[in-house]
């Protein structure tokens, strides 16, 4: 549960009644003769799942019998936090520096929108995040990366490689995204810096065979120029159209294998407080089917109305090569796991023809990767006998 608990913490635990107890609270609780305090990450009426925070694998379902406790606070140190303290004191942190990016940005003319973070965490779920906040991420347009980069820099972040090796940095054939980093007061603090909204691989570049650049370079720019200003404690921020943040979130959860339930989550509060109408669905269905998006975000679409009950209507008709019905949403996977799961996806959900698809496995990157990944899985076979 590494940053929330610490080894040597004492944990604090107040009883609770199970129909009190909602996403993100941490809980004791005893399954199988073993006690264990992880975080919940999905609840209905009869049941809810639990997961550790540093965890892959979630604990399965969690009756209200096997609930012991909620946890209200710590003792660290000899001093004494509550939990939800130490998430606000990160929410307060991270929006501090969201500001101060945001307005240098604005101030060297940047052409920029939020794509998630925690601008839109706290304006969809009118709170702080109830857990530790992971990035913020910011779509510039092409022009301004230089711009963007040289302030964050100055700010004192530190560029972050994210490349498998060496070699397959020097293999990419273009950048697509950055990270940035920077501790403050022991909590770090990331903006990932897009030049097109990701959903593909970080690692491949351009895969043209798979989908075509020329529709991503489209989506990009119409992400930029469809802008809708929120305001968060005064403070005006830029973030995608209604539109547009539904496509991009659910892109998101399909660069992401379909996992991650609080991704999930929040897409369904997003669609639930924007109160759509019958037109903003078929504009919806229209872009959907203008971009050829229907087999990346078909599953999520049906996903959302499997876990969450959203309202979402069956309007998208959608091929699937992958068993999505029995997806779990609620175990991780390794990053070379993720990485060969989302090349398989990416491939067999392509709108390509197969015929064009194919070619995607002459291209430089492709085949580093399919070797570098056969290369880690022999070492983990051979290690394991």
């Known amino acids: 549960m590494l940053p929330v608990l610490f080894s040597e913490d004492i944990v604090y635990f107040n009883k609770t009644y199970f129909n009190r107890l909602k996403n993100n609270d941490v809980i004791l609780v005893k399954k199988n003769h073993h006690y264990f305090t992880h975080r919940i990450i999905y609840k209905i009426k009869s049941y809810l799942i639990t997961k550790g925070d540093n965890n892959l694998l979630s604990d399965g379902k969690i009756y209200p019998s096997q609930v012991i406790a909620k946890a ?117 603090v990331v903006f990932d810096i897009h030049i097109e909204p990701v959903f593909l691989m970080i690692q491949l570049g351009s895969l043209d065979a798979l989908y075509p650049q020329k529709l991503i370079d489209q989506l990009t720019s119409e992400f930029i120029k469809t802008k809708q200003q929120i305001i968060i404690n005064h403070e005006r921020f830029s973030i995608l159209n209604t539109k547009y943040l539904i496509l991009y979130l659910a892109l998101h959860f399909f660069h992401h294998n379909f996992r991650g339930a609080f991704r999930l989550d929040f897409l369904d509060t997003v669609i639930r407080k924007s109160h759509l109408k019958k037109q903003d669905w078929i504009d919806i269905k229209t872009t959907i089917n203008d971009y050829y998006l229907e087999n990346y975000i078909g599953p999520v679409f049906f996903l959302l109305k499997k876990y969450y009950s ?23 996977e390794s990053r070379l796991e993720a990485g060969v799961n989302r090349f398989k996806n990416i491939f067999f959900l392509s709108p390509r023809p197969l015929i064009i698809r194919v070619f995607v496995f002459f291209n430089p990157q492709v085949i580093y990767l399919v070797f570098f990944a056969l290369k880690k899985k022999l070492s983990y076979f051979l290690s394991k006998h």
């Open 72 to 188: 209200i606070k710590i003792k660290r140190q000899g001093k004494t936090i509550n939990i939800e303290d130490l998430y606000l004191f990160q929410s307060t942190l991270y929006f501090q520096e969201v500001v101060k990016i945001k307005k240098a940005l604005e101030k060297e003319n940047v052409d920029f929108v939020f794509l998630k973070g925690l601008p839109l965490h706290l304006f969809f779920e009118s709170s702080h995040p109830k857990r530790i906040y992971a990035d913020c991420d910011v779509l510039v347009d092409k022009k301004d990366f230089d711009k963007a980069e040289k302030i964050l820099l100055t700010f004192g972040y530190k560029k972050v490689r994210n490349d498998l090796s060496p070699t397959q940095g020097k293999l990419k054939n273009k950048e697509i995204e950055a990270s940035f980093l920077k501790i403050i007061n022991g909590i770090p």
């Open 310 to 332: 959203t309202s979402v209507p069956d309007f998208i008709n959608f091929k699937s090569f992958i068993n999505y019905k029995n997806l779990n949403i609620f175990d991780d």
